[in-house]
């Protein structure tokens, strides 16, 4: 208690007017400059806007986290509408596990709303530590605090160790009526230091007080009791590296963040647009599908909803978010290792790179690569990184009624499609520029990124890269090409001796090697 009480006054983060004494502005916590803050509300269903408004106004980028087994997301109630009738938020690309992410349309401030549907503590639990738990429900902690579990300390210290030093708890004060029954949710408000049974200590920074609109654009008076979360001075928690813990959130929840400086700074260049994902609705849909509803003899859908913003981000908003990367360079990816060989004689480069092919999607992402993997693989993508929209081969026919590219497609095994690798560079040549595969933009492909395949054999996909170029017309053309082959197996593709002589390594430093 004593550390706690000597420990020097953080910075305060945010607008809420903090009661004090004396009364100051913002929340008691230190920011962190070289990342975004983390804020997790589980249990939230529909109230996850009075977490978001206590700091959406700091002016720093920040993660905002949902778990709940209901769907509460902003476009999932019909809702999420000013009084305009305009949608205010908009689904970006999801997380490396799949889960949906929004953002407030109107707002520079960069900021990640992530929804993931489950049970709040062991979804929580599996994820990476907090800055900010922010609770107005505490029954999903109740089955894993000791007893008696309804009591403020025993459950809160059931996730405490989540939270980084120096982080907050802060406690909604929405349900504190309910405390004159056998609630004991706020039975420590007044206590100016709470001690928690796993040897953790809650210093008391008082009562905050902020106002935020709701889905539906009300705006709303919210309070809530603050606490700083301190882990003593031993033991595993107070010797952790929560910098190091916490850093996991950047690349879980930001595509950005899996590119190098470099591809950022040619991104930035392109003036993009900021993606979205690709099952949000866009203004342009919606007016086709408003017109269509207009239209008496055309059936057009029955609810629309409200109108989509016509940006994710303001204008310029997504370029200061570049830039903001590129003053943090710590957090970019900066490249990936990756094995090189050549095919002698040709303008071929085969790449093998050990990962994450979901994670790596943005960093792999080019405007003349095309992606060559299964349909749910390849949705997973996309909607990682939307720029891959228009970029992925069809290996299998979407309708049963369609002739299949690769007919009886058998990705892996002993008794998988032969050449396989073979199949997709011939796919990446012809079907962008076929009228039959209305999915893939016309482009000239010069890199075809895919997975592990056939017995995952170095020597298997070099073969099928050398029959493909035995197979074209001898005056034909042979313009650069490369492969790329992502495995998360550390083992696939590592049998060198399995080479055809036809390769060669390529050293990292560019120069050629037997």
């Not at 990476?128 to 403020?152: G, K, N, T």
């Not at 206590?191 to 796993?198: G, K």
């Not at 409200?306 to 994710?312: C, G, R």
Request: with cysteine; aromatic share 8%; proline share 10%.
């Amino acid at each position: 208690m004593s550390m706690a009480a000597c420990r020097k006054n953080p910075q305060r983060w945010g607008g809420c007017i903090a009661y004090g004494p004396p009364i100051e502005f913002g929340l008691p916590i230190d920011v962190p400059e070289d990342r975004p803050m983390v804020i997790a509300h589980p249990a939230a269903a529909m109230h996850h806007h009075a977490s978001f408004g206590l700091v959406a106004d700091a002016g720093k980028p920040f993660i905002h986290v949902m778990v709940d087994r209901g769907g509460y997301a902003p476009d999932a109630w019909g809702v999420n509408a000013n009084v305009a009738g305009m949608a205010t938020w908009q689904r970006i690309a999801d997380t490396t596990q799949g889960h949906p992410v929004y953002r407030m349309a109107g707002r520079t401030v960069p900021h990640w709303q992530v929804h993931v549907s489950g049970e709040a503590y062991a979804t929580l639990t599996s994820l990476p530590p907090l800055d900010i738990l922010y609770v107005d429900w505490l029954a999903w902690l109740e089955p894993h605090a000791p007893s008696p579990c309804r009591r403020f300390d025993n459950a809160v210290s059931a996730f405490v160790h989540k939270v980084r030093e120096g982080g907050l708890v802060v406690l909604d004060h929405k349900h504190i009526d309910l405390n004159e029954g056998e609630l004991g949710w706020y039975s420590h408000v007044s206590a100016p230091f709470v001690h928690l049974p796993n040897g953790s200590l809650l210093a008391n920074k008082g009562v905050v007080e902020w106002m935020s609109p709701d889905l539906y654009g009300d705006y709303h008076t919210h309070m809530a009791t603050v606490y700083e979360v301190h882990h003593g001075i031993e033991g595993p928690l107070a010797e952790k590296d929560w910098a190091q813990a916490m850093h996991a959130w950047t690349w879980m929840v930001m595509p950005e963040v899996s590119m190098s400086p470099t591809a950022v700074k040619a991104l930035l260049e392109d003036q993009p647009t900021p993606p979205v994902h690709p099952h949000a609705p866009t203004q342009d849909q919606w007016m086709s599908d408003w017109l269509r509803q207009q239209e008496e003899h055309e059936s057009g859908p029955a609810f629309l909803g409200p109108t989509p913003p016509l940006h994710a981000w303001p204008p310029g908003a997504y370029a200061d978010y570049l830039r903001w990367l590129l003053d943090h360079p710590t957090l970019l990816l900066g490249g990936f290792p990756r094995r090189s060989y050549t095919l002698l004689g040709e303008m071929f480069k085969l790449h093998i790179v050990h990962g994450d092919l979901v994670r790596l999607a943005p960093a792999l992402h080019g405007p003349n690569t095309v992606l060559a993997v299964r349909a749910p693989l390849a949705q997973k993508v996309v909607s990682r990184c939307p720029r891959w929209l228009g970029q992925v081969l069809e290996l299998q026919s979407p309708e049963p009624w369609m002739s299949n590219p690769v007919r009886g497609l058998q990705w892996s095994g002993a008794n998988a499609t032969p050449m396989l690798a073979k199949t997709m560079l011939e796919l990446a040549k012809s079907q962008p520029h076929n009228l039959l595969h209305t999915s893939i933009k016309t482009m000239q492909v010069n890199h075809v990124v895919t997975v592990s395949h056939g017995t995952a054999s170095l020597g298997e996909v070099m073969r099928a890269v050398i029959a493909h170029f035995e197979s074209l017309p001898p005056m034909m053309a042979r313009a650069p090409m490369e492969m790329t082959v992502v495995c998360l197996d550390e083992d696939d593709y590592t049998d060198v001796q399995s080479m055809p002589p036809q390769f060669q390594f390529l050293p990292d430093d560019g120069s050629c090697a037997d």
